[in-house]
């Protein structure tokens, strides 16, 4: 930070900003400046984490003793409905494409909006209605079904509120198909003069391909749970078989959707690295078509894998040696962007700052993540580990040690550039180092016990996992710490934060040729465009 | 296999897997050290502020990449083998294994031996020989998983599906209910009981089951009606069943269809659906006439026909 220099001419604090346009609670829900739809996001993801990460905490509690101790079995099922459900639809799939996406894209690519201004609007809308009924149907009583709506357990047996939770999705789920479409359209038609595709920021691809997986998959998602939904309420017989139905045909189409929603869950991450990586090591990265093609590839091999997670289903054995075959080529791409990383720090000047911290941990975590992902996609041995905690901990390690990570790298990155001000550095790193520390030891004992036989979704277990629930316990409790950190000090930030200027970080990229926080159209006069993305100079800089 | 780290494990195939367990760990170490390694150095060397050499690097990337692709890429495919040979192993079971069969339902795991004998939540197994478990769920899916002979299997509403395991250690293991079916899943499991073939034979008959299997399944083939057009001289045209069980059976349709649990299971619940030639659709349907159980006798008897040939004054 000593090397930066901010003069308070460079970015009056009076200048008129996005900000700044507006103050009225009108001027906030009626907006259709993309950035201020990506605080809308970030502010409403924030309240589903919360209420997410309590149901969490809450369950951690539990697991302490063997046989529970305060809350009764249908409540820990409907709490981990509701972690998941929550997690999954209303904190991961937005998180980095509709807070930060929204915030940068159009800045990315020196244009003033995204494509349709009032379909980004939208989207919100249909998130937050989503939102409200999966909120609203745990008040009145809360959904036992698990996040994966398993038939004919759903369709048939529980008796809680699947109808209204799947509504929730169902609707937010079309704010998700809009959002990708509005960011395949923008990326194609609004790139400023000179922008080619190969000039682009690795962010962009990233987003790009999430958001193709957004628009191809989420239909079937919807269609998926309306079909549940008609055998639930009329009796219709799809995948009940007292009803004719086949509940296999369920799991299909619900993981025909949701393994490809798994990279919708790591792309952006992915994304957000590339960024920070080049930026504190002050060096271009390292393979940048391999790092964008890898994201293509992702997800395009992403919808050929979803039979991995029915190998114990009596799908035909065939299949599963199609599917286990392409799950472990699918790993192949994300081995490449981790491999091109580590070699974008050769030969670079690397500084140790919030962003690059959690880039670094999420480089750790997600191939942690990765690698037990190959023990799942191994036929024999995901026959024994398969619905234990051992997919617990390897899903963990991708969502919250990958895309959680990714997504605060993200947030602390541009932090400056939506609100002008810099977070205090110290806090923030200390706050990364608590959040590895705790996520670590939350979710690497849930390895072992899943190994040992553990299985996931118990509310009550054998004695002899109790040491590895009492450990992972008290990871939760450091992490739970780690998480309230940054709300504190970037709440502290948006008025005591030092003044950031234009660009804090000397980063390359369009978005950061603009004043902090950016004007209502983004440039006051047109960005001028670098002849390559990552055009930083080592040499120069610090050699 | 060391036993801190591995859990019990109590068959032949439990010891394959955690040797493919081990080499992905292994694999996996080597990832992370040529991963982080070199980070780690890098991350020291290239500290900002400190004098390192960072003159652009001179030498052509794509011999990189292809290396990092190419490497992993096989090391992939040879894992990818090895797993799918162990898989085809525990999902095809041996012929002259024991057979059980085994009926889910929240929150209980009823079990019914070929001899007769019943139990809930327990399966008692004698040491050294095949068993193979044919199952199938009342409800929900299910999910029959025993760690110390890693193997699972779904176990689903509306078809048959099969486990096995040659246990060849004597004890008592946890049977677990793994795929999530409601309020009490994490009750729904008990023991698998490993005994020497001895105590096994003796606990079978100290069991003294009025009835074998099959036995009570042709109890149920004549209390259902079956047998009123399937055997003696109806005049209603209905197959004989002996010597059915196993064999090709040619369709209406003109597919020809193997008679094995699954199409007699289908042929009683949904006796339109696959009309041998040669019939008509006569037969109701005994879909919610008949209990799980009664199926799983039903389909003992019919193959306890097998080897059997139709009366000769009977029309084929």
Same mark, same amino acid.
């Given at each position: 930070m000593s090397a930066i220099t901010i003069s308070d001419t460079e970015s009056p604090p009076a200048e008129e900003n996005y900000l700044s346009a507006g103050h009225t609670v009108r001027s906030w829900l009626l907006t259709t400046d993309h950035k201020r739809i990506g605080i809308l996001y970030l502010l409403s993801i924030l309240i589903f984490f919360a209420v997410a990460a309590v149901a969490a905490g809450l369950m951690r509690m539990e697991l302490l003793r063997p046989h529970g101790w305060f809350i009764l079995n249908e409540t820990y099922n409907k709490l981990f409905t509701l972690h998941g459900v929550l997690m999954v639809w209303f904190f991961l799939i937005p998180s980095i494409p509709a807070v930060l996406g929204n915030f940068v894209i159009p800045m990315m690519i020196g244009a003033r909006d995204v494509a349709f201004p009032k379909l980004n609007l939208l989207s919100w809308y249909l998130f937050m209605v989503g939102g409200a009924c999966v909120l609203y149907s745990i008040i009145v009583g809360g959904v036992d079904t698990g996040w994966t709506?398993?038939?004919?357990?759903?369709?048939?047996?529980?008796?809680?509120?699947?109808?209204?939770?799947?509504?929730?999705?169902?609707?937010?789920?079309?704010?998700s198909i809009l959002t990708g479409l509005n960011f395949i359209v923008t990326i194609h038609t609004m790139r400023m003069p000179g922008m080619t595709w190969f000039r682009m920021p690795l962010f962009l691809w990233s987003l790009y391909s999430t958001s193709l997986i957004l628009i191809l998959a989420t239909p079937v998602l919807a269609i998926t749970l309306a079909l549940m939904a008609l055998?639930?309420?009329?009796?219709?017989?799809?995948f009940d078989p007292k009803l004719g139905g086949d509940p296999i045909l369920f799991q299909h189409l619900f993981w025909f959707y949701s393994h490809p929603a798994v990279y919708i869950m790591i792309l952006p991450g992915m994304g957000v690295v590339s960024e920070v990586i080049s930026c504190f090591s002050r060096k271009e990265i390292f393979g940048y078509h391999w790092v964008a093609f890898a994201s293509v590839a992702?997800?395009?091999?992403?919808?050929?894998?979803?039979?991995?997670?029915?190998?114990?289903?009596?799908?035909?054995?065939?299949?599963?040696?199609?599917?286990?075959?392409l799950s472990f080529m699918v790993s192949i791409p994300s081995a490449?962007?981790?491999?091109?990383?580590?070699?974008?720090?050769?030969?670079?000047?690397?500084?140790l700052q919030t962003p690059m911290l959690y880039a670094l941990a999420f480089i750790g975590l997600f191939t942690i993540g990765g690698l037990t992902g190959l023990f799942l996609a191994a036929l024999a041995v995901d026959v024994h580990l398969t619905d234990t905690?051992?997919?617990?901990?390897?899903?963990?390690?991708?969502?919250?040690?990958?895309?959680?990570?990714?997504?605060?790298?993200?947030?602390?990155?541009?932090?400056p550039k939506m609100t002008g001000r810099l977070y205090p550095e110290k806090p923030a790193q200390l706050a990364a180092l608590i959040i590895f520390i705790g996520f670590n030891l939350t979710f690497f004992p849930q390895f072992i016990m899943g190994y040992?036989?553990?299985?996931?979704?118990?509310?009550?277990?054998?004695?002899?996992?109790?040491?590895?629930?009492?450990?992972?316990?008290?990871?939760?409790?450091?992490?739970?710490?780690?998480?309230?950190?940054?709300?504190?000090y970037l709440i502290w930030s948006l008025r005591y934060g030092k003044i950031a200027g234009p660009n804090p970080w000397r980063a390359c990229g369009l978005e950061w040729e603009t004043s902090s926080p950016p004007p209502v159209h983004n440039f006051d006069q047109p960005p001028a465009l670098p002849v390559k993305p990552y055009d930083y100079d080592t040499e120069a800089d610090y050699g | 296999m060391p036993g801190f780290l591995f859990p019990n494990a109590a068959t032949e195939h439990a010891r394959n897997v955690d040797w493919l367990f081990l080499c992905l760990i292994l694999i996996s170490a080597f990832y992370l050290a040529v991963i982080f390694g070199p980070m780690a150095f890098f991350i020291f060397k290239f500290r900002r502020g400190k004098k390192a050499d960072r003159r652009p690097i001179r030498i052509k990337t794509w011999k990189i990449e292809i290396i990092w692709t190419v490497i992993p890429f096989f090391m992939m495919m040879g894992i990818f083998a090895w797993a799918a040979d162990l898989y085809y192993q525990v999902e095809r079971p041996p012929a002259n294994a024991l057979e059980a069969f085994v009926v889910g339902k929240q929150w209980?795991?009823? /079990?019914?031996?070929?001899?007769g004998n019943r139990e809930i939540n327990e399966l008692h197994i004698?040491? %050294? @020989?095949?068993?193979?478990?044919?199952?199938?769920?009342?409800?929900? /899916?299910?999910?029959?998983?025993?760690?110390?002979?890693?193997?699972?299997?779904?176990?689903?509403? %509306? @078809?048959?599906?099969t486990e096995w395991f040659h246990p060849t250690k004597v004890g008592t293991y946890h049977l677990f209910c793994a795929e999530y079916c409601g309020a009490n899943h994490s009750e729904m499991g008990g023991g698998i009981i490993v005994m020497k073939p001895e105590d096994y034979a003796a606990w079978l008959s100290a069991g003294a089951p009025r009835d074998s299997l099959a036995a009570s399944g042709e109890q149920s083939f004549r209390n259902l009606g079956c047998s009123g057009c399937h055997m003696g001289n109806s005049v209603i045209h209905a197959p004989r069943l002996e010597g059915v069980y196993g064999g090709p059976v040619p369709l209406v349709t003109g597919q020809i269809v193997t008679a094995d649990d699954q199409y007699i299971r289908d042929s009683i619940l949904l006796p339109a659906s696959q009309i041998a030639a040669g019939y008509s659709n006569a037969m109701p349907t005994f879909q919610g006439r008949v209990s799980e159980e009664q199926l799983v006798g039903l389909i003992a008897y019919i193959r306890s026909l097998a080897n059997k040939n139709p009366p000769d004054n009977t029309i084929p």
């Open positions: 709506f398993y038939t004919p357990f759903s369709s048939t047996y529980s008796n809680t509120h699947v109808i209204l939770m799947a509504a929730g999705i169902f609707i937010a789920g079309f704010g055998e639930r309420i009329w009796h219709i017989g799809i992702i997800a395009v091999l992403g919808f050929l894998v979803w039979g991995h997670h029915m190998f114990v289903s009596s799908q035909s054995i065939y299949a599963g040696m199609i599917f286990s075959v490449i962007k981790v491999f091109n990383w580590t070699a974008t720090l050769y030969r670079g000047s690397i500084s905690y051992f997919v617990v901990a390897h899903f963990h390690y991708i969502m919250v040690g990958g895309m959680v990570t990714g997504f605060m790298a993200g947030l602390h990155f541009w932090w040992l036989g553990m299985p996931r979704r118990y509310h009550n277990y054998a004695p002899e996992f109790q040491i590895y629930h009492i450990l992972s316990t008290a990871g939760a409790s450091i992490l739970g710490v780690g998480y309230l950190m940054p709300v504190i | 209980m795991w009823k /079990i019914e031996h070929a001899e004698p040491l %050294g @020989r095949s068993i193979k478990l044919t199952m199938t769920s009342e409800d929900v /899916i299910h999910s029959f998983f025993i760690p110390a002979f890693r193997v699972k299997q779904d176990v689903v509403p %509306g @078809r048959y599906v």
